[in-house]
C-alpha cells in the first residue's frame, strides 16, 4: 500500500455526453530533463479494486490515483522555477492561483488544503469533451486566465507544491467527458503490460518518458546525521570533506522501492569499510532514505581516496548503484 496517498480535486468536468472525438496529441507538459532532473513518481492507478496497479502491471501509483505525477527532486528545484506548459492545444476553462506551497506532514496540514486538494492549477478544454488538468503549481506563478487559447508548449504556470502534496511536483490527469483516461494507455487500451495500442502521448513523448520502475533521486556525502528534511528542501550538498571533518556521512535517496528491497549505504577509505548499514524494505516505498557515517577518529581522517556509497539490489540484480569518490588531504 502507497503511503500517504493523495486526494485529486476536480477544478472542472466537461459537461453532457458527447460523442467520442479524437483525442489531443500529449507532449510532455513540463519544461525538464526526464531521468534527471524530474522523474515521474506515480501512474495511473488501472486496478479497479482495492489494490493498485500502474500501466505496466507494476506498483508506481497507488489505490484511486487518476493522474500522472511527474516530481522535482526537492523544493529547492521548484523555487528555482520550472515551467508547466500545455500538453496540447486547447482553451483554458479553469483555473486556481494562491494556495500556499508547502509540504503535508500531518493531518493539520492535510485538512488545511480540504477542498483544494490539487492546489494551483489550470484546467484546458481541448474540444469533444476532452480535458487536460494540471494540479499543484507554485503559488502565484499561474500565468493564463479562463478563455485564453493556449498553443502546445505554452506556458501554463510553474512546478510547486501546492495543496496535498508530498514533493514538488506537476500532477497531469486526463478526461473525457469527465472520466479518466490514462495516457499511457489511451482509449483503446491495450493486451497486457505495457503501453497501449494507441496512447494519447506522441511517439517523442513516450520514448522520453519510458518506464523505470526504481529511481536514484539523490546520493553523496556529508559531515552529519542526514534528515529527510534535509533532503526534501534541497539543505544539504556542497560538502567537502578535510581531515578535521567532524564526521563523514554516505547517504543516498531513491523513489518507488519495493518489498523485499536490499538498500545498503557505505563508506570506504583508506584501511577498507569505515561504515554500512543495510536494510531489507519490509514493504512498498513512495520514498526511502538511508545513511552510513563515522565521527572523526581523534587523530583527524587519514588522507587518502574515500567513496561514499548506495545501492539497490532487488532478486539479487542491482538496480541502483551509486559511488561517490572524494579524497582527504
Not at 53 to 72: F, M, N, P, V, W
Request: with cysteine.
Amino acid at each position: 500500500m502507497r503511503e500517504r496517498a493523495l486526494t485529486i480535486c476536480v477544478l472542472f468536468l466537461a459537461g453532457g455526453a458527447l460523442a467520442l472525438g479524437a483525442p489531443p496529441e500529449l507532449g510532455i507538459p513540463i519544461e525538464c530533463e526526464i531521468g534527471k532532473t524530474c522523474f515521474i513518481q506515480n501512474y495511473v492507478d488501472r486496478d479497479s479494486s482495492d489494490g493498485a496497479s500502474d500501466y505496466a502491471c507494476g506498483t508506481e501509483t497507488y489505490d484511486g490515483h487518476r493522474g500522472t505525477d511527474i516530481r522535482l527532486v526537492d523544493t529547492a528545484a521548484a523555487r528555482d522555477g520550472v515551467a508547466v506548459v500545455a500538453a496540447a492545444p486547447g482553451v483554458v476553462v479553469a483555473t486556481r492561483d494562491g494556495v500556499a506551497d508547502r509540504l503535508v506532514k500531518t493531518l493539520e496540514d492535510r485538512q488545511a488544503v480540504a477542498g483544494k486538494e490539487c492546489g494551483n492549477g489550470v484546467v484546458v478544454d481541448h474540444g469533444e469533451a476532452w480535458v487536460t488538468q494540471y494540479c499543484h503549481m507554485l503559488n502565484r506563478s499561474v500565468r493564463v486566465q479562463k478563455g485564453a487559447a493556449v498553443a502546445a508548449g505554452a506556458k501554463l504556470g510553474e512546478v510547486g507544491y501546492s495543496g496535498d502534496v508530498q514533493f514538488p511536483h506537476l500532477h497531469l490527469s486526463v478526461r473525457h467527458n469527465g472520466v479518466n483516461i490514462d495516457p499511457f494507455i489511451g482509449v483503446q487500451g491495450g493486451d497486457g503490460c505495457g503501453v497501449g495500442d494507441r496512447p494519447l502521448w506522441t511517439a517523442d513523448a513516450i520514448s522520453l518518458l519510458s518506464y523505470q520502475p526504481t529511481r536514484l533521486l539523490r546520493s553523496g556525502l556529508s559531515d552529519r546525521a542526514v534528515e529527510l528534511d534535509d533532503l526534501e528542501t534541497g539543505a544539504i550538498g556542497g560538502f567537502v570533506a578535510d581531515r578535521m571533518s567532524p564526521a563523514l556521512v554516505s547517504w543516498g535517496w531513491a523513489i518507488n522501492l519495493r518489498a523485499g528491497d536490499e538498500v545498503t549505504a557505505a563508506l570506504a577509505g583508506p584501511g577498507g569499510t569505515l561504515a554500512h548499514n543495510r536494510v531489507i524494505v519490509e514493504r512498498d516505498k513512495a520514498q526511502y532514505m538511508m545513511f552510513a557515517g563515522k565521527r572523526r577518529p581523534d587523530a583527524g581522517w587519514p588522507p587518502g581516496p574515500y567513496t561514499a556509497e548506495f545501492s539497490v539490489v532487488r532478486g539479487g540484480e542491482p538496480v541502483i548503484n551509486a559511488a561517490t569518490p572524494f579524497d582527504v588531504r
